[in-house]
């Protein structure tokens, strides 16, 4: 057999991968579109290319031999290649598929984005997203991540950044621990509390300042960096922690601790990276965010 004979006919390779996937001839024939002798034929090819039998003739069906199973895997990977490629040649050139890495604090990726990001893969399935929450500032120029939510204006002029609306946080405690403990009168009486509050990030000191509290005369019983570990330990009634207004239902198991002093609003930022419009799934995912982050904030 000359070397040309011995290069493999994926026809063949199709219609091996087919059998072992359904069977029998009469399934794989059905699956591929193919008349029943067809497909014999192409099997029967490839058996006399490779030198062997491929398939035992039993009364139940086909069992393949050692040789088909070692040539499944690399004919099955081709089979899954070739299925990629068509989808990618029948796709307007302008379709939005790809990756696209989005970063925005913990609390905010986890209570926000990811509602927000459930209704973007169903209209975009051909966008893979990659959600980094994290509160550690990522750096678009970089290219740690294309898309940035952030709670303060972006220093780098290189940006496209855009302001969408407030967050407004302040102080919470459960009802269940309000009845245990009572409710703080005023801050000095909330040294006599159970606090929740900030480990290393800086930004917990600098709130406390904000709002007057005393932070040399306050014990936290419980410290933690995370956002979201704050809210669930104030949920379940462990102390007095700072949440998201808008995450507190009215009338709900939260109640609000000095609601006159103890409030901020931060800004809502959305960064990306300047060739963002040249893109179309960083643009389609940018422009979800804006609009949804806006009419929920604005």
Known sequence: MSEADRQPDWAELRALVAVMRHGSLSAAARHLGLTQPTLGRQIRALERRVGEAL??????????????????????????????????????????????RITASE???????????TGLAEAHPGIEIELSATNEVEN???????????HTRPAQQELIAQRLGTVEV???AAR?????????RDVRTLAGHRLIGPD?????????ERWGLPMESLSFALRTDSLTAQEAAVRAGFGIGVMSVAEAEP??????????????????????HADMRQ????????????????ARFG
């Open 55 to 100: 398939f035992d003739r039993l009364p139940s069906g086909l069992r393949p031999t050692q040789r088909a199973l070692a040539l499944f895997e690399p004919a099955n990977a081709l089979d899954e290649a070739a299925a990629k490629l068509a989808a990618a040649l029948a796709r307007p050139p302008d379709a939005a598929t790809g990756t696209v």
């Open 279 to 294: 893109s179309p799934r960083l643009r389609v995912v940018y422009d979800a965010l804006v609009s949804t982050l806006r």
């Open 176 to 184: 269940g621990y309000v009845a245990r403990h009572g409710m703080p």
């Open 251 to 272: 009338g709900g198991e939260l109640l609000r601790v000095f609601p006159e002093t103890a409030t901020a609003a931060f800004p809502i930022w959305l960064a990306a």
């Open 170 to 172: 302040g102080l919470f």
């Open 140 to 150: 678009l120029l970089r290219r740690d991540a294309d898309i940035a939510v952030r």
């Open 107 to 117: 609390g905010f990726a986890a209570r926000v984005l990811a509602p927000i990001l």
């Open 200 to 208: 290393k990030d800086p930004r917990g000191r600098q709130l406390a």
